[in-house]
Nanobody
Framework: QAQFVESGGGLVQPGGSLRLSCAAS????????MGWYRQAPGKQRELVAS???????NYADSMKGRFAISRDNAKNTMYLQMNSLKPEDTAVYYC????????WGQGTQVTVSS
């Protein structure tokens, strides 16, 4: 069974925005730290942003000022607001806890192109 289900991806022009959602099958309060990850074809998966159960956040350098991670513990859902998107943001985006489970969901495709 998938523990996390990602949604909200799509095709967007450079400079556009998307909001990704991650629905968990278990109460996420049990996860002190969760994160969004992404993987482009031929590239390794990288951590995009992380958030503690209390709401403290951290971002990879290239995402700082553009992305915002959040979580709703009552709804067992995590979000990633993506603004000022660039072509190099094109990737499949995944959610997981940190450190991640070895199992990954299907992810959601984000394509940034004019």
């Amino acid at each position: 069974q998938a523990q996390f289900v990602e949604s909200g991806g799509g095709l967007v022009q450079p400079g556009g925005s998307l909001r990704l959602s991650c629905a968990a099958s278990v109460p996420i309060l049990r996860f002190r730290l969760m994160g969004w990850y992404r993987q482009a074809p031929g590239k390794q998966r990288e951590l995009v942003a992380s958030i503690t159960s209390g709401g403290s956040t951290n971002y990879a350098d290239s995402m700082k000022g553009r992305f915002a991670i959040s979580r709703d513990n009552a709804k067992n859902t995590m979000y990633l607001q993506m603004n000022s998107l660039k072509p190099e943001d094109t990737a499949v985006y995944y959610c997981n806890k940190d450190p991640p489970y070895t199992y990954w969901g299907q992810g959601t495709q984000v394509t940034v192109s004019s």
